[in-house]
Structure formats: structure tokens, C-alpha cells
């Protein structure tokens, strides 16, 4: 068990080493970093200094050490763009994020598992059917047009709620808030529905079939044949043994939910971190473009633990020593 | 409803459920193989094959079909701007079956313009994904040991982040290294290469597998024995017994890439205006939402809709016909 | 004789599939008395497991009991509603499945799964239901019960799975015991374990077992009579020693004679020529007659009920007493072909 846990950490920080490499590439040969910083008019003596200060005139592999020290210590460097440092710029836009991912994920597994339940359970029932079509169109919609969409019924026609911003936000030290104010939260919802959207489709129709593959295995056939009733069979014997393969993926696609918030961010001008980096990408702002990168890969190694954790919770098989077994 | 077959009787014979009994033999058994009896009793697949072939076949032809080409400014004229759908324009009197925009395009040939762009991009992103997966699934099949290790790894960790996200990235650094004089024609060829690198991990997998069940086959080492590369032998083997899932995985992927590169473009990172796909032609639609004139933004948004949809229920249907163990 | 445990008349089994509807089982009828080991054997997919299945009400579809009639005792169970069905299952009739490795839930400890079966069809608290899961266990042989009810199935080896399974099978003291094939995913020296205790278990309860399996020995060892099975079809029925010693079918006697024996003279041991034919292409008639040595015209029309012969009964003409012709057709007439009988 131990071992196990230690192994995911190893992959983790594998990942991370990776990912800041290739971050700390892009920043190191994708244009001139003095140049950007100090501008076309810098004489020599100004553009050396800088050099030196960045460290750009020491070996590579050096460098790579130093980038990777400052990156653990949140220190990305200037933003090519804004010329304020990248970690103020990204804290900033860090909360409209957070918020607005952890209740993307939240409304995704909870309606996602519960639907696809019931997809399985009632395998022909109309409903189900119905949800099934659904939810493959689901996947085929682009999620800004979902978003488009919500917005066009919800704001334009209906006016019921905002169709951009966070609406008023609260200080709470260091974090602004959308979720204390009613404006926040009416903000929050059409967002939260867009970016949720898809990761519930996909939560679903995975559970769905893997609650299907798991009603065809021998020890559901034993249970019935054991005579247990149906309502525990579903939920006692299949949900469990459905959530083991589910919890791997559906912990996956939560991670990647940051990320997916780019586009969300876009449609509905949300001042977080995928808006910044779709800026970045646009002017090239190397620097914030590489510590997004790095952000996305640490919120996904820590929900691949978080995963791998759960997984041990679900799973006797694991729990157990390797001796133990036969 | 039944496009497949030839003659009436023929059709009433596969109602049935019987095969045809004019047919010659190599013809009737295809006909009522497996795969054509579950395509033709599937109004699903029936309905979208025939909704994305008119489409790819329309994005193909447009410069033949399309009443004007949007992108000559010889061909516009102002007045005839912000028409709306079916109904004839106030002052040319003209009628365009799906408006225009301000500046008098019609919206159906810029839809069947940007779709070819969509498509254009769509297909060749697909086929620089497979050949990249392929390739390096044989490899690390074949190879094993560090290299396999290697490029199993990249793909787990590439499966592990959006594929939107290695897109941007691509094209961050594509806007760093290329002089922004040069990026406006070069975007194109960004968007497949992104798009492209995205997405080749599944094709990897796919094929690493499948090789790795025939390399411990014995005719690889027999083969080796009386002297022929048995690289080449084991391709040969490989290759027919992948094309199943790797059919699924490219239609369900070309729906995908579709979508990815309509997002790009949505975004701003894709298309120029100047020679816009479809998400190009949602952005500039957008701005209409809030002043009424929706067709601008809806025909576009609802032409990608169809497109995807379409490949994506067929890619469906594919996997529950042809169902591949996918890794 | 006494009230049979299980009575199975004339039970037809379909599946409908695409191709046209396949009859898996077609007109079987057997009993099997109390305390009775009813062996059922035959290759695979000619009905065994479907048997089975449709006597506990576990054919899925587009499987379906087409007709006949199953009765446990004094009830008829074939046209209960599926809630009845389930009461009836665990509690009355026990199963036991060929794979005990994926037999049982891995997720849940093997006292969890026993306290859920007992709890489900008595009316034993809690407390009480551990104490028999407990006494169940070491029924079925298994050490240090009371440290081993907490135990996962991945902690448990593959014939102590099967013996939970049992346990299992027993919670709720059943009537009948329909075991499919419960050695066979076991090695071969547990499975003689498993096989006593099976016998064993029925002695003791006066359980009655229906023993499915492919294999003769197990067969010959355990069952007091045994029904051959063919394409769907009951080929031969009746005591195990007889069946085994003098068969009549001519399909029972190639499955007799593949048996090796020690004392045998090995020129008996003959293979059957041919294979037993999908259930797609079930010939008219005897379905045994493409590989028969003795078929005549006869057994190409006309389909053989089965009729008693002394202690057996056989579905075969040649022992049809009011065909006059049938006693000419025991005698040889041509050699079993080597091979390539059409299926």
C-alpha cells in the first residue's frame, strides 16, 4: 500500500519535472526573452545585463535548474504583455477559476453518475434512451456554442441571468469570491452549466457502460442466483464494483476541467486564468503561457492522487499487502 | 430509406431479413454480412452517412454550387446586408435562403466555403494524427523495452491534458517563432500540425497493442529464420488487423478535430476572418446575438452541429458494429 | 417412489436471435428424488448449463422458456413472476457456477456476502446470521471460520473460494443444489475435495444436486444416475452405473467408450466421428443421426421420444420394440466414416 502510494507520488513528480521542461523550453527558445523584456530600443550594455540577470548566458542545464527552483517558489518570471510578475498576474484570476471548475466538477459527477445509474438500470426504459441520444449529441456540440446557446435563452431572451463577468465579488484576504452575493452566483450558474456539460455527458455514458459491463459479470449472475434482490444487486453489488474503473476516469477528465475552462472563460468574458492564457496565446506572452502549463500539470498530478487515493479507498485488492494474497 | 439497394425486389427481399437470392455469391455475402445487415437496419447510421456525405460533398463542390464566392468583394454588395433568411432583401429584392451579413455575404455559400476549410483542416489533422500514431505504436510495439517506455509514457501523459489545450500551445509558440508578416498564411497548415499533435496518442496505444500480439506470434520468428525483415511481415499483419479500430477511432477523432478546430478559430487563435471555417464565422456571428440578427450567428453554429453530429453518430455506430477492444 | 424434488416435463428453451430462433432446449424432462445426485452431462452447448439455468429462472434474453413445465416439489416454479422466482432462488434452490474466482463480489468481505444471502431469506438478526455464516463455513471446510468471515475473496484461494461458494449456495438450507460445472476452473487435486464435499453436503441434508458437467469421471464418481445430453436433447437417462457400464445410445456409448479405464481393452476406445451440429443446423429426425453408425432411413425423418429400457430410458429407435426393423440395425452394417461428416 505504501509502496503504491509512493509509486503514484514518483509519477506525479515525473509529470511535473516533464511538463516544466517543456515549459521552461518554450520560454528559453520561442522568440528572444531579452528582447521581449526590454524592447527595441535597449542598448547592448542593457540587453547583456539582462542576460546575466536572467541567467540566459549560463549552460542549459543550469538554467533548467534555476527555472525549475523559481517555478516551485511561484516565480515565472515578467509577463511579456502586462509587465507586472506572472505570479501576481495569475493569483489575481486564480479564485474566477477555482470557483468556477470545482463547481463545474461537482455539478458533472453528481448529475453524471446519478443519470448514468439510471441509464443502466433502466437499459430500456424510454428515459434512458431518451438521455442516451441526448447526451450523444452532447458530445457533438462544441462547448461554445452550448454556451452561446445558454446564453442566447437565459440572457438575451429570458433575461434571467448575466451573460458575462462574475457578477459582484467579495474579498476574503487574499480570495475574491463570487458565491457570497446573489449577482455572483447568478453569474455563476450559466458557466457552470457550460463547462459541466460535457464532462457529464462523458461521466455518464461511462458509467452507464460500465455499469452494464459489470451487471454481465459471474458474481452479479451468483447474486441472483443467491436470490438477492434487484434494488441491492444495482446498488450494493454493480455501483461499487462500476466506480472503480469510473473513479480513474472521471478523476482524469476532472482534472483536465481547469483546463477545459479556457473555452468557457472566453465565451463568457470570466476573468480567470483560461482567459489569460488565450490572451497569452494570442500575443505569444511566453512567460504566462508557460506557467499555465505548469499549473495545469500540478492541479493534474494532485487530482491523480487524489484518484489513486480514492481508488485504494474503493478497492480491498490494493489495500492488501501482495503477500497476503493466495 | 434503403439507399443500397439496387431493385425493389431486392429491397422487399432485405426487409425481410433474407438475403437477395440474384445476387452473385461473393456480392450476396457481403450484402448480408454482419456489418451491411446491422448498417441497413440502423436508421441512425442510414441518416448520418447520408447527412455528411451531402456535406463533405457540398464543402467539396462549393466553388461550383455556391451562389457567389463571399470572399470576392466584387461579388457583394452592401445592400443587400443583413437580410434576413427567405425573405427578399428591401431594396435588390433579392433572396438569400440564409441571410446575409453586414456586409451583404450570403450566408450559405460562406457556410459551404468555411465548411470546406473546417473539413480541409478536419481530414488532413486526422491523417497527420494516424500517421504519427501508427508510427510510433508500431514502433514501440515492435521495439519494446526503453523506446516503448518512452512513447507510452508521452502518450499517457498527452491523453492526460484537453486536446485543446497542446493546440494552443502549438499555436503560442507557433505565433513566438514565426514573424507575424508570414502567420496569416501559414495558419492553416498551424491548425492541422496542432491539431494533429493533439490527438495521435489513441492510434499509439491502439496499435502498440495490437502489434505486441503478433511480434509473440510464431511466423515473426519464422520469418526472421529464413531471412525476411520480419519488421515488414509483422506490418503486413498488423496493418489489416488495426483497421477496425482505427476506422472507429479517425471517424470519432475527424468529428472531434472538427470541433477543436472550430473552438481554435472561436477562440481567436484559428482562422483569419479573411479565410474563415466555421468557428471563425461563429465568432464574427456572435456579435450579432444581442442585436437580433441570430441567422448570422445560428446558420454557421448549426451547420457545425450537423457536421459533427453526423460523423460523430456514425463513429458510433461503427464502434457498436465493428466493436474494438479501445484502449 | 417418493415426491421428487425437482420435476422437469418436456421443457423447450429458445433463443431468438437474428438468424432465426435457435432451441437450445428442446423437450427435456427429468426428476431428480430427495438426497438424489443427478449428473447431467454432454459437450458443451448441448444444453447443460441452459438446463440449469431455466430451472432456477436465470435465462436472460433473448433466451426464453417456450414451454414445459418445471416442478419443485409440490410447486410449478416455470410460470412464477420474477419477484416469486427470486424468493425461490437462494432459499430453495441453491446455485453453484463453474468459476469461483469470479463467483463472488471481490469488493465485499465473504461475511458480508454470506450475512446478505442469510439476512435476505430468513428472518435472523444480524448477530445471529454471523453465527451461522460462521457455522456455514465450517461446514464447508474451511479453517479458523470465525477469522476468515472477515477476509476478502482475493484472500482466499481458489478452493476455498469455491467452498464460500458453497456456503453460499447453502445459506438458507435449499431443497436442490444445481452445481454447473463446479470443478472444472479448479486444479485437479482440489477437485476431488470439492466433489466429496458436494456428496457429502446432499447426504447429510438430503439435498438433492443436479451436477452439470462435462466431465464423465466426476461423473461416474459422484452422480446416482445421469442424463446424456445431445443438441438440446435427453440422448440417455438413467442410473449412473448401468449408463456408464452398458449404454444403449449409440452417442452415450462413444462418450463411455472415451472414457480411458485401467481394465479396458483399449480397442473400445473410440472417438465419435464428426461434431455435434450448431444449434443453427440441428438436423431432422434423431439430431445424433449424421454420426451414427447405425442410422437408418428412418432416423432421418422421424424424431425418437424417449422409451424406457429397462432401468434407462433411451431416445434411439433401435429400441423401439414395435419396429420390427430396429433389431436388424444394432448389427454394424457400416463402419463409423473417419471423418468429415457434415455437421
Given amino acids: 500500500m505504501f509502496a503504491y502510494i509512493l509509486r503514484s507520488l514518483l509519477q506525479g513528480a515525473v509529470v511535473l519535472i516533464a511538463v516544466a521542461f517543456i515549459a521552461f523550453s518554450m520560454f528559453r527558445f520561442v522568440g528572444d526573452p531579452v528582447a521581449n523584456m526590454v524592447g527595441q530600443e535597449a542598448s547592448m550594455a542593457d540587453r547583456e545585463e539582462l542576460t546575466k540577470h536572467l541567467g540566459l548566458d549560463q549552460p542549459f542545464p543550469i538554467q533548467f535548474l534555476r527555472f525549475l527552483g523559481k517555478a516551485a517558489q511561484g516565480d515565472f518570471g515578467i509577463s511579456y504583455r502586462q509587465g507586472r510578475p506572472v505570479a501576481a498576474v495569475m493569483a489575481e484570476r486564480l479564485p474566477a477559476t477555482v470557483e468556477l471548475a470545482v463547481l463545474s466538477a461537482i455539478f458533472a459527477t453528481v448529475v453524471g453518475v446519478a443519470l448514468g445509474v439510471y441509464a443502466a438500470i433502466r437499459r430500456h426504459g424510454l428515459v434512458a434512451n431518451a438521455v442516451m441520444t441526448l447526451s450523444l449529441v452532447g458530445v457533438s456540440l462544441p462547448t461554445f456554442l452550448i454556451g452561446i446557446g445558454l446564453i442566447y435563452v437565459f440572457a438575451v431572451e429570458l433575461r434571467w441571468l448575466p451573460s458575462f463577468g462574475r457578477g459582484e465579488t467579495v474579498r476574503l484576504g487574499g480570495w475574491t469570491t463570487g458565491l457570497l452575493t446573489k449577482s455572483g452566483l447568478q453569474s455563476l450558474i450559466l458557466p457552470v452549466l457550460t463547462l459541466g456539460f460535457f464532462q457529464l455527458t462523458l461521466i455518464m455514458r461511462l458509467v452507464r457502460s460500465e455499469m452494464l459491463e459489470v451487471m454481465r459479470s459471474d458474481f452479479i ?22 466506480m472503480i474503473p469510473v473513479v480513474t476516469i472521471a478523476g482524469l477528465q476532472l482534472g483536465s476541467v481547469i483546463a477545459f475552462a479556457i473555452v468557457t472563460e472566453t465565451v463568457f468574458q470570466w476573468p480567470g486564468l483560461g482567459a489569460l492564457f488565450v490572451n497569452a496565446v494570442q500575443f505569444a506572452d511566453v512567460p504566462v503561457m508557460a506557467a499555465y502549463l505548469v499549473f495545469v500539470a500540478f492541479v493534474f498530478v494532485v487530482v491523480n492522487l487524489a484518484t489513486d487515493l480514492a481508488y485504494l479507498a474503493l478497492d480491498p485488492r490494493l489495500r492488501a499487502a501482495p503477500t497476503a494474497a493466495r | 430509406m434503403d439507399q443500397h439497394a439496387p431493385a425493389p425486389t431486392r429491397t422487399e427481399a432485405a426487409l425481410a431479413g433474407t438475403p437477395p437470392d440474384r445476387l ?8 448480408d454480412s454482419d456489418f451491411l445487415w446491422s448498417f441497413r437496419h440502423s436508421p441512425v447510421a442510414i441518416v448520418s452517412s447520408l447527412v455528411a456525405v451531402a456535406m463533405i460533398l457540398a464543402a467539396v463542390l462549393a466553388p461550383w454550387i455556391s451562389p457567389q464566392n463571399p470572399f470576392d468583394p466584387a461579388q457583394l454588395d452592401l445592400m443587400d446586408g443583413l437580410t434576413p433568411p427567405m425573405t427578399p432583401n428591401e431594396i435588390s429584392q433579392r433572396i438569400f435562403i440564409l441571410g446575409t451579413d453586414p456586409q451583404g455575404r450570403d450566408m450559405y455559400s460562406a457556410i459551404l466555403y468555411g465548411s470546406r476549410v473546417s473539413l480541409l483542416v478536419g481530414f488532413a489533422s486526422v491523417i497527420f494524427s494516424m500517421a504519427i500514431g501508427i508510427t510510433l505504436g508500431l514502433a514501440a510495439g515492435y521495439l519494446g523495452g526503453r523506446t516503448e517506455a518512452l512513447i507510452m509514457r508521452i502518450a499517457d501523459i498527452q491523453l492526460s491534458f484537453p486536446a485543446i489545450l497542446v493546440a494552443l500551445l502549438v499555436f503560442g509558440i507557433f505565433r513566438g517563432v514565426v514573424p507575424p508578416a508570414q502567420q496569416e498564411q501559414a495558419t492553416l497548415w498551424v491548425l492541422i500540425v496542432a491539431i494533429g499533435l493533439s490527438n495521435w496518442a489513441q492510434y499509439a496505444r491502439t496499435v502498440r497493442a495490437t502489434t505486441m500480439v503478433e511480434k509473440s506470434k510464431v511466423y515473426v ?41 472550430a473552438t481554435l478559430s472561436f477562440l481567436g487563435v484559428g482562422m483569419p476572418p479573411t479565410q474563415p471555417s466555421l468557428g471563425t464565422l461563429i465568432r464574427i456571428g456572435q456579435q450579432f446575438l444581442f442585436s437580433g440578427e441570430l441567422w448570422i450567428l445560428a446558420s454557421p453554429a448549426l451547420a457545425l452541429i450537423l457536421l459533427a453530429l453526423s460523423i460523430n453518430l456514425l463513429g458510433d455506430w461503427l464502434r457498436d458494429v465493428l466493436n474494438p477492444r479501445l484502449r | 417412489m417418493t415426491q421428487p424434488v425437482l420435476s422437469v416435463r418436456d421443457l423447450r428453451v429458445e433463443f431468438v436471435t437474428r438468424r432465426g430462433v435457435l432451441k437450445a432446449i428442446d423437450g427435456v424432462s427429468f426428476d431428480i428424488a430427495p438426497g438424489e445426485v443427478l449428473g447431467v452431462v454432454g459437450e458443451s452447448g448441448a444444453g447443460k448449463s441452459v438446463t440449469g439455468s431455466a430451472v432456477i429462472g436465470l435465462i436472460d434474453p433473448p433466451g426464453r422458456i417456450a414451454g414445459g413445465e418445471v416442478w419443485l416439489s409440490e410447486q410449478r416454479i416455470d410460470n412464477l413472476s420474477p419477484e416469486e422466482m427470486r424468493r425461490i432462488r437462494g432459499k430453495r434452490i441453491g446455485m453453484i457456477f463453474q468459476d469461483p474466482l469470479t463467483s463472488l463480489n471481490p469488493l465485499y468481505r465473504v461475511g458480508e456476502q454470506l450475512v446478505e444471502t442469510i439476512q435476505t431469506h430468513t428472518d435472523l438478526s444480524a448477530a445471529a446470521a454471523r453465527r451461522r455464516a460462521i457455522e456455514l463455513l465450517t461446514e ?3 479453517p479458523a471460520p470465525e477469522r476468515r468471515i472477515d477476509g476478502y475473496p482475493h484472500e482466499f484461494s481458489g478452493g476455498m473460494r469455491q467452498r464460500v461458494v458453497i456456503a453460499l449456495a447453502l445459506c438458507a438450507e435449499p431443497e436442490l443444489i444445481i452445481a454447473d460445472e463446479p470443478t472444472t476452473a479448479l486444479d485437479v487435486s482440489v477437485q476431488a475435495q470439492i466433489i466429496s464435499l458436494l456428496q457429502r453436503l446432499g447426504r447429510e441434508h438430503g439435498t438433492a444436486i443436479m451436477l452439470v458437467t462435462h466431465d464423465m469421471g466426476v461423473i461416474a464418481e459422484t452422480a446416482d444416475r445421469v442424463a446424456v445430453m445431445y443438441a438440446g436433447r435427453i440422448a440417455e437417462i438413467g442410473p449412473v452405473q448401468d449408463v456408464v457400464q452398458n449404454p444403449l445410445h449409440p452417442y452415450a456409448r462413444g462418450l463411455m467408450g472415451a472414457i480411458p479405464t485401467l481394465a479396458q481393452d483399449a480397442s473400445r476406445l473410440v472417438q465419435i466421428p464428426g461434431s455435434m451440429p450448431r444449434l443453427s443446423a440441428i438436423p431432422p429426425g434423431c439430431p445424433f443421426n449424421p454420426r451414427c453408425p447405425h442410422a437408418w432411413d428412418r432416423c432421418r425423418i422421424d424424431r425418437p421420444e424417449p422409451i424406457q429400457h429397462g432401468a434407462h430410458k433411451v431416445a434411439c429407435h433401435l429400441y423401439d420394440l414395435n419396429d420390427p426393423t430396429a433389431e436388424a440395425h444394432k448389427v454394424l452394417t457400416h463402419p463409423p466414416a473417419e471423418e468429415g461428416v457434415p455437421a
Fill in chain 3, 140 to 142: 464447508v471446510g474451511i
Fill in chain 1, 221 to 242: 449472475r451468483f447474486a441472483r442466483a443467491r436470490g438477492i434482490p434487484n434494488r441491492v444487486i444495482e446498488f450494493r453489488h454493480a455501483l461499487r464494483n462500476t
Fill in chain 2, 24 to 31: 452473385p455469391g461473393a456480392l450476396a455475402r457481403a450484402w
Fill in chain 2, 221 to 261: 520468428d519464422a520469418a526472421r529464420l529464413i531471412g525476411l525483415k520480419s519488421f515488414v511481415i509483422m506490418v503486413k499483419h498488423v496493418l489489416p488487423n488495426v483497421t477496425g479500430p482505427v476506422l472507429v477511432i479517425a471517424t470519432i477523432n475527424l468529428a472531434l478535430a472538427i470541433i477543436e478546430e
